[in-house]
C-alpha cells in the first residue's frame, strides 16, 4: 500500500463530524479561516495533510493534520 493510500485511509478513520471541522478550519493568506475544497489527502514524514483550494477566493491551500 503507498503512502497516499495510507493518508487516505488514515483521513477516512476519523469521524466525519471531526473530519469536517478540519475541512472547515483551514487558513487562507488572502480570507484568513476558510473551508477547504477540492483537496487531496497526501502525506509526508508520517504526517496526513490535505491539498485543496479556499473556498472564498480560489487560493491554493493546505492543512495538516496529524
Known sequence: ?????LA???WLTIPSNT????EENV???NCGVTTIVN???DS???RVFLEGYC???????MRVVG
Not at 19 to 22: A, L, M, S
Request: one cysteine or more.
Open 1 to 5: 500500500m503507498s503512502l497516499d493510500q
Open 8 to 10: 487516505k485511509k488514515r
Open 19 to 22: 473530519r469536517k471541522k478540519v
Open 27 to 29: 487558513y487562507c493568506g
Open 39 to 41: 483537496y487531496e489527502v
Open 44 to 46: 509526508s514524514n508520517f
Open 55 to 61: 473556498e472564498k477566493c480560489g487560493s491554493k491551500v
